[in-house]
């Protein structure tokens, strides 16, 4: 709004040429996005304790999380809000891109929030169904992928990291490729999301990097000094990345250990399919594996566990799954730990940056 209100008064203002760099947007997005959460969230979580939206524990995690009992959950909200809020102030709302990862987010935040609904609010001991929840996550994966398809510019080949030569085009699969990244990286996040700060840290470093991928892929002449796809019109996506990094400050600001709020199925459902959508977009759809690498050691922990839990009936890998609850159990503290995986997110976005050169 605020490029589309305030860019054309700069026939009339010279200054007002600033609104047109998708830089400066994108750093006012982020701080725009952390205001919002910073001075909306006491509110948010008061209102959250009044409607007794508090966390259920359960009784065979870790014993340290029985204090946690009663925290407010589904603050998620307040991230939706300030990343909506935000990319709708700062962004071009004539860009195809914007509209497909904050509708993707928003849709995906919805089946989060019927299922915390349904759990927190209507005490039922069951939100939705796995099944019902991953196909409506589907559903919602595949819209966003047939939208892109239909897109004329978008290319339906695949970047692949380090081979600068081999990018396979997947043609109409590429709609079933974007539900597997979109589908897997909400997944992801939403096993992640169990200790204080520990799925949004390495969210917002995620962000961060996709912001700069973003920049890049939609600058033709820095795409083509990198020989990456330019993907026109991808830049804008670095607004979008800037509200999400600001936004996960503002809330990690509360999320941080000891927790006041958590985000919920609301918030780890949404962001981790924005983040999948964004790598979507960015043409960097292989490399958040690597960039999101602490979400998927996370997940591949929890797989290998439950594969070898059902073969040998009874035994574990693990002291328990997901990982970051087996070095609780080891008797790591829990700010050691989440400040640890962080440092790795930190590392694996680094590694992730770095094949931009190394091509
Ligand atoms: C949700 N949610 C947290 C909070 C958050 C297949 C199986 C591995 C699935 C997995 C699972 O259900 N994961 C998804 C993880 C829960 O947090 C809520 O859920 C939202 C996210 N969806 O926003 O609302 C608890 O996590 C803690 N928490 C924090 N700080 C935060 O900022 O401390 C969350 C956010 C909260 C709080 O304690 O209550 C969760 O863990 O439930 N299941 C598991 O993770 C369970 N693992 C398991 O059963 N492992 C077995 C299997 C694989 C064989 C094993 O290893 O033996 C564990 N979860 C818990 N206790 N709580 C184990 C037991």
Request: glycine share 10%; with cysteine.
């Amino acid at each position: 709004m605020v490029y589309h209100l305030l860019y054309p008064l700069h026939t009339v203002f010279s200054a007002f040429n600033v609104f047109r760099y998708i830089t400066f947007r994108t750093i006012y997005a982020g701080l725009t996005a952390f205001l919002i959460c910073f001075l909306v969230g006491p509110w948010v979580i008061r209102r959250l304790r009044e409607l007794q939206v508090g966390q259920f524990i359960r009784e065979d995690g870790p014993e340290t999380h029985f204090k946690k009992s009663g925290t407010p959950t589904m603050g998620g909200v307040l991230i939706l809000i300030a990343v909506t809020a935000s990319t709708l102030l700062w962004a071009n709302l004539a860009n195809l891109y914007i509209w497909t990862v904050l509708l993707t987010t928003i849709c995906l935040g919805l089946i989060g929030f019927v299922d915390d609904y349904r759990k927190q609010v209507k005490k039922r001991s069951k939100g939705l169904g796995a099944r019902e929840k991953f196909w409506l996550q589907t559903a919602v994966a595949l819209g966003a992928g047939l939208t892109l398809y239909l897109h004329p510019d978008f290319s339906t080949r695949v970047t692949v990291p380090f081979l600068k030569n081999v990018s396979p085009d997947l043609g109409w699969a590429y709609i079933l490729f974007t539900a597997l990244v979109i589908v897997g990286a909400s997944n992801a996040v939403n096993l992640t999301d169990g200790l204080d700060g520990l799925a949004i840290g390495p969210l917002i470093i995620v962000a961060g990097t996709y912001m700069i991928f973003a920049y890049v892929a939609g600058h033709v002449k820095i795409a083509e000094y990198l020989q990456i796809n330019y993907v026109p019109g991808a830049g804008e996506v670095a607004v979008f990345c800037g509200a999400l990094a600001g936004a996960g400050l503002g809330f990690l600001w509360f999320n941080a250990y000891p927790a006041q709020v958590f985000m919920g199925d609301v918030g780890s459902l949404s962001l981790g399919g924005a983040m999948g959508t964004v790598a979507i977009v960015t043409k960097q759809e292989i490399l958040l594996v690597l960039v999101g690498g602490l979400f998927v050691m996370e997940t591949v922990s929890v797989m290998l566990q439950v594969g070898f839990f059902k073969l040998t009936h009874g035994r574990r890998i693990f002291r328990m799954a997901p990982i970051h609850h087996h070095f609780e159990l080891k008797g790591w503290p829990e700010p050691k730990v989440i400040v640890r995986f962080w440092i790795i997110a930190v590392l694996l976005a680094l590694l992730a940056m770095s094949t931009l050169k190394l091509r």
